[in-house]
């Protein structure tokens, strides 16, 4: 079975482009999360969506991070306009029913640098 | 705030030796916490987890070890072998639900042969 498909694996680009990461959940996890992975930090949930409904956006460092859900098979998290400190990996993860019992699966991430 | 700590950035160890990664947690209504295996270039995946009902859970070569009344918890690899030099996250997060992950910032593991 596919697991959770993230693109693109790497981006560059100089401070403020707009940046687009997408990511695809396994087929049938109604709960979708974005995480964002730095040294200081560790994992951070920046968002999670429930059946595509944005539930809980609290982890979004600013307005210039977006993400939507326009159908269960897709997600994109937007930095618009990017900074060099959003540089950082971001993950997508999703599961089935969301408890915490139910292991979160994740993508392979996408590096990201702004210059 | 970080509400789970992994006070060790990295870890190293020989091969067939024990590891023990600990984890520390600030909030007493965490219930149920998880590792997560992470290496190089991939996702997080997930390793073994437990309950705050019980004090050990045991899965092969992994076991967690879960201290409530210190907040702590530990993972034990016995016996270490290279092809677990990885990043190990601990989370915890409360039962019933949805409940978010709080993530710890990571202990880096070497095993070397």
């Known amino acids: 079975d596919a697991g959770v498909i993230q693109s693109p694996r790497h981006e560059v680009t100089e401070m403020g482009q707009e940046v687009t990461l997408r990511c695809k959940p396994i087929?049938?996890?109604?709960?979708l999360f974005w995480y964002r992975q730095t040294m200081m930090r560790g994992l951070e949930l920046l968002i999670y969506?429930?059946?595509?409904?944005?539930?809980?956006d609290s982890g979004m460092p600013e307005d210039r991070f977006s993400a939507k859900m326009p159908n269960a098979s897709f997600s994109t998290l937007k930095i618009q306009p990017s900074e060099p400190r959003d540089s950082a990996v971001y993950f997508c993860?999703?599961?089935?029913?969301?408890?915490?019992?139910?292991?979160?699966?994740f993508g392979d991430g996408t590096r990201l640098s702004i210059l | 705030d970080q509400q789970v700590k992994q006070n060790s950035p990295s870890l190293s160890v020989q091969e067939g030796r024990i590891s023990i990664l600990n984890c520390d947690y600030t909030n007493s209504m965490f219930d149920y916490f998880l590792w997560y295996k992470k290496y190089p270039a991939e996702g997080p995946t997930f390793l073994i987890s437990i309950s705050s009902i019980k004090d050990k859970n045991e899965d092969g070569r992994f076991t967690v070890f879960l201290n409530k009344s210190a907040k702590h918890l530990s993972l034990h690899i016995v016996p270490s072998q290279p092809g677990d030099s990885a990043v190990y996250f601990c989370a915890a997060s409360r039962s019933g639900g949805f409940q978010k992950l709080v993530f710890g910032t990571g202990t880096r593991l070497l095993v070397s042969p």
């Open positions: 969506f429930n059946n595509n409904v944005p539930i809980d």
């Open positions: 993860a999703s599961s089935h029913t969301g408890a915490s019992n139910q292991p979160q699966h």
């Open positions: 087929s049938g996890h109604d709960y």
